[in-house]
């Protein structure tokens, strides 16, 4: 079953790659006394694990049929690398992907572009890389703890040659897509702000790893961030700007969409009315 949301004309469905443990070795600050009184109040063990998902998107409307990012592949064991099962479960084979916006060159995002042979998934597709995160990727201060995320891009850039477009970190990919810049992640991480007919969605990608905990504890990083002193700036400002413009969310490692407000702590998410959704 997969879930999905129209916003004006797109049709957005969520296309669950896999999912993965997020304890304290994930996200430090959740070793503490506010971290056990989280995972308990959520009935799970005072050190989680939480269960966390990794999603792509699939972006429908008219005759199109676009992806945001493509999961895992064969990157993270046979557990994860759902999202083509995911698909097919809608109605599509890879080739009926026109277009890929690729939110971070991060392999759980990226994994995916790939085949087992490693050869292109998606023959049909066009990539679309915000320009600051392949400066990055393709330059020469990749960390040692990124080789896999560089492996899988250096795969990627040969196997899609000629059909990768770099664009602006804030640019508009097509119309009513849009990349927002949410930098700390990885160097040039972006969202995606989906608008039509006076809807909008963001799609934020790694802003956030665990609802269970980061709504609450927002400058709680985890081990992935790049830059974690930029990634929870980015955080806190975005949460912020989220509340005032009651704007409706979606995450690559969060469940489902609803609208950020102010809790008990620092945030909550609010789950978008069931009516809403189908
Ligand atoms: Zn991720």
Same mark, same amino acid.
């Given at each position: 079953?997969?879930?999905?949301?129209?916003?004006?004309?797109?049709?957005?469905?969520?296309?669950?790659?896999?999912?993965?443990?997020?304890?304290?070795?994930?996200?430090?600050?959740?070793?503490?006394?506010?971290?056990?009184?989280?995972?308990?109040?959520?009935?799970?063990?005072?050190?989680?694990?939480?269960?966390?998902?990794? !999603?792509?998107?699939?972006?429908?409307?008219?005759?199109?049929?676009?992806?945001?990012?493509?999961?895992?592949?064969?990157?993270?064991?046979?557990?994860?690398?759902?999202?083509?099962?995911?698909?097919?479960?809608?109605?599509?084979?890879?080739?009926?992907?026109?277009?890929?916006?690729?939110?971070?060159?991060?392999?759980?995002?990226?994994?995916?572009?790939?085949?087992?042979?490693?050869?292109?998934?998606?023959?049909?597709?066009?990539?679309?890389?915000?320009?600051?995160?392949?400066?990055?990727?393709?330059?020469? !201060?990749?960390?040692?703890?990124?080789?896999?995320?560089?492996?899988?891009?250096?795969?990627?850039?040969?196997?899609?040659?000629?059909?990768?477009?770099?664009?602006?970190?804030?640019?508009?990919?097509?119309?009513?897509?849009?990349?927002?810049?949410?930098?700390? !992640?990885?160097?040039?991480?972006?969202?995606?702000?989906?608008?039509?007919?006076?809807?909008?969605?963001?799609?934020?990608?790694?802003?956030?790893?665990?609802?269970?905990?980061?709504?609450?504890?927002?400058?709680?990083?985890?081990?992935?961030?790049?830059?974690?002193?930029?990634?929870?700036?980015?955080?806190?400002?975005?949460?912020?700007?989220?509340?005032?413009?009651?704007?409706?969310?979606?995450?690559?490692?969060?469940?489902?969409?609803?609208?950020?407000?102010?809790?008990?702590?620092?945030?909550?998410?609010?789950?978008?009315?069931?009516?809403?959704?189908?």
């Amino acid at each position: 079953m997969t879930e999905s949301v129209d916003v004006g004309k797109f049709k957005i469905t969520w296309l669950l790659d896999g999912t993965y443990p997020c304890t304290p070795d994930f996200i430090p600050g959740a070793r503490s006394e506010e971290g056990r009184h989280l995972y308990q109040k959520a009935g799970l063990p005072p050190e989680g694990p939480s269960i966390e998902p990794f !999603h792509a998107f699939a972006i429908e409307w008219q005759d199109h049929l676009w992806l945001i990012d493509t999961g895992c592949g064969q990157e993270a064991g046979p557990e994860r690398g759902k999202v083509p099962e995911q698909l097919r479960s809608i109605g599509y084979a890879p080739e009926d992907v026109e277009g890929i916006i690729i939110t971070h060159l991060h392999k759980d995002h990226t994994g995916g572009l790939l085949t087992p042979e490693g050869r292109a998934r998606y023959r049909n597709a066009q990539l679309y890389v915000g320009e600051s995160e392949m400066a990055f990727w393709t330059g020469s !201060h990749v960390p040692e703890g990124n080789m896999g995320d560089h492996k899988v891009t250096k795969a990627v850039l040969e196997q899609y040659e000629g059909r990768i477009k770099v664009v602006p970190d804030n640019a508009v990919i097509v119309s009513g897509l849009k990349f927002v810049p949410l930098y700390g !992640h990885s160097p040039g991480h972006t969202g995606v702000m989906i608008e039509d007919r006076g809807q909008q969605m963001l799609m934020w990608a790694d802003l956030m790893h665990s609802s269970v905990l980061q709504f609450h504890y927002p400058h709680w990083s985890v081990v992935p961030d790049m830059d974690p002193e930029r990634a929870v700036a980015t955080r806190l400002q975005l949460l912020e700007q989220l509340v005032e413009e009651d704007t409706m969310v979606a995450g690559s490692h969060t469940y489902g969409t609803g609208r950020v407000r102010r809790g008990e702590i620092a945030y909550e998410l609010v789950p978008m009315d069931a009516d809403d959704r189908h």
